[in-house]
């Protein structure tokens, strides 16, 4: 099964940037939909911004300042974050769905810290 791993998160101060990138140990071509969620203490998990049959969609808090992109050459998916708020602090799980098992795939989570 392919697997998914998370890096680029970390500490970085409200208003700052951060960069997540995910790489799928197989071809990004087999997922019909991918993207990331995150996880905040005590909340349960959202889903944060998704490519899904062509389409990006971005939850309401995040729209304006992240940025969801794929790259098919090196089966990677970003997600560029700006204007962190503390908001933001949650650990970030890349996730897909494969499209012939129709299975869904999470990483190991990446750790984002936003301090006030």
């Known amino acids: 099964q392919v697997q998914l791993v998370e890096s680029g998160g970390g500490l970085v101060q409200a208003g700052g940037s951060l960069r997540l990138s995910c790489a799928a140990s197989g071809s990004i071509w087999n997922f019909n939909a991918m993207g990331w969620h995150r996880q905040a203490p005590g909340k349960q998990r959202e889903l944060v911004a998704i490519i899904s049959s062509g389409r990006l969609n971005y939850a309401d808090s995040v729209k304006g300042r992240f940025t969801i992109s794929a790259d098919y050459t090196k089966n990677t998916i970003a997600l560029q974050m700006n204007s962190l708020s503390p908001d933001d602090t949650a650990v970030y799980y890349c996730?897909?769905?494969?499209?012939?098992?129709?299975?869904?795939?999470w990483g190991q989570g990446t750790m984002v810290t936003v301090s006030s």
């Open positions: 996730y897909a769905r494969a499209l012939r098992t129709r299975t869904d795939i």
